[in-house]
């Protein structure tokens, strides 16, 4: 059992008091408190200040307050995994008596993404606004719990400066390897870390120069499948005979996603006073909650119709996921498919498994606005379509689609531009001589 003694190693008049920790057998550290003491007020037989002066009374109670905050340190840290050293028992001292300097502290990665986390309603945006979104918050605590996991794994707390080369290698490795995360998610993982190391090196912290050329990676093209509802699905869908009322209010969802393209976070947000009906032509304005873009929306025929039914009520992102799969089942969209399906382990952790499943199993929130955008490429103008999804580049936007750039394609869309302005202009030609 773990003990703790103070004592003094000198016999000057002010002698430092040195703190003994006694982990285990082979655990043996010792450290200056910063307290002086002395020795004539020193009891060798208690290993405490004698209680001949009210300033002694006062130096045996601070020690025996970082007596047991050192001894809970170590209980819940032994617990956590964190590995012990002299190191560890200076960390601990230095934060009893409040003497870490916030630079210092902010140079751990967890302390500095707990410092984002707490500000993040003063954050600037890149687009002027102020103030993360409630997903990106979210993601953060995510982030930050697994970096703590992590930090279990290596035994350390890790600073900014840390991350190297080898970091990120070893980093990677766990993220694929030990805990069998998918590309996408690993990636996802290493690009916010660099975001964050980027932010901290712009306020001026010790980062490693390596942290801020980390290099996210993605899943061959070739590699990647995505769910799709397709117009005949949607009908089915639409035409489905429903008296279930939770399972009716998910068609709703269903329908709404799949004809504007908005992310569950804006779906599930929509009011009365989103819709602009009685404009020429109607349309839907919204907010988007995670670029924080106001964005407006034509409002097509599927959508008029849930309008007049009445628009669905809140439900939770997990139950929505669930009730989409029981419309989708009963709606007949049972074709084996091949795509990644999230799955209990033997070791208890749910990972997303690559098979063949019904297809009615891998629809989610998400296939709403990736049906929008699938369904609607080259119905509408790519630049109109990409402002509703958000996406800045047509490279990026294609890819989300999983659709190649199509160079003939756009040859087409180019002379049929060109035929319909040559009838505008023998039109406008013929009226001009019949005028004459």
């Known amino acids: 059992m773990a003990s703790i003694k103070f004592l003094l190693r000198s016999q000057n008049k002010n002698a430092q008091i040195y703190i003994r920790l006694i982990a285990s057998r082979k655990q043996d550290f010792r450290k200056k408190t910063g307290l002086i003491i002395n020795p004539k007020d020193w009891s060798i037989k208690t290993g405490l200040p004698k209680q001949n002066t009210p300033e002694n009374k006062n130096l045996l109670i601070t020690l025996k307050r970082l007596e047991n905050f050192v001894l809970n340190k170590l209980n819940e840290d032994s617990i956590n995994g964190i590995v012990t050293n002299g190191k560890w028992l200076q960390f601990q001292i230095d934060t009893f008596f409040n003497r870490i300097k916030k630079k210092e502290k902010n140079n751990f990665l967890t302390d500095y993404i707990q410092k984002v986390i707490d500000n993040a309603h003063t954050q600037v945006l890149p687009n002027g606004s102020i103030g993360l979104s409630n997903n990106r918050v979210k993601g953060l605590k ?39 995360y998918k590309r996408s998610y690993a990636s996802k993982n290493i690009e916010n870390l660099k975001a964050i190391c980027n932010q901290a090196k712009r306020e001026g912290k010790n980062v490693n120069e390596y942290a801020t050329q980390l290099k996210p990676f993605t899943e061959k093209k070739s590699k990647r499948i995505i769910q799709t509802l397709s117009f005949k699905e949607l009908n089915k869908i639409e035409q489905l005979e429903l008296k279930n009322t939770s399972l009716n209010n998910a068609r709703k969802y269903i329908i709404l996603g799949s004809y504007t393209g908005l992310r569950y976070s804006d779906l599930i947000r929509l009011k009365a006073s989103n819709f602009y009906l009685f404009e020429v032509p109607p349309y839907i304005e919204i907010r988007q909650q995670k670029t924080g873009n106001l964005i407006n929306i034509p409002i097509l025929e599927p959508v008029n119709k849930i309008i007049k039914e009445g628009l669905p009520y809140q439900v939770s992102y997990q139950k929505l996921n669930e009730q989409i799969k029981q419309v989708c089942k009963l709606a007949g969209i049972n074709k084996i498919v091949e795509g990644d399906k999230l799955i209990k382990l ?83 030609i013929s009226l001009q001589a019949s005028n004459l």
Do not use: C
């Not at 970096?147 to 490795?173: A, C, G, L, P, Q």
């Not at 990026?396 to 060109?418: A, Q």
């Open 142 to 180: 995510t982030f930050k719990g697994l970096m703590e996991r992590y930090e279990k794994v290596r035994k350390k707390r890790i600073k900014f400066s840390d991350i190297d080369y080898k970091f990120e290698t070893h980093f990677r490795n766990w993220l694929l390897n030990d805990q069998e």
């Open 346 to 428: 033997e070791n208890g952790k749910y990972r997303k498994i690559r098979g063949k499943y019904p297809k009615y199993e891998l629809i989610s929130t998400h296939t709403f606005r990736r049906s929008f955008a699938t369904n609607h490429y080259k119905l509408i103008p790519t630049p109109v379509l990409m402002e509703i999804t958000g996406h800045q580049r047509e490279s990026t936007f294609l890819e989300y689609i999983n659709k190649k750039r199509d160079s003939k394609d756009n040859l087409k869309l180019f002379y049929e531009y060109l035929n319909k302005n040559k009838q505008k202009e023998s039109k406008i």
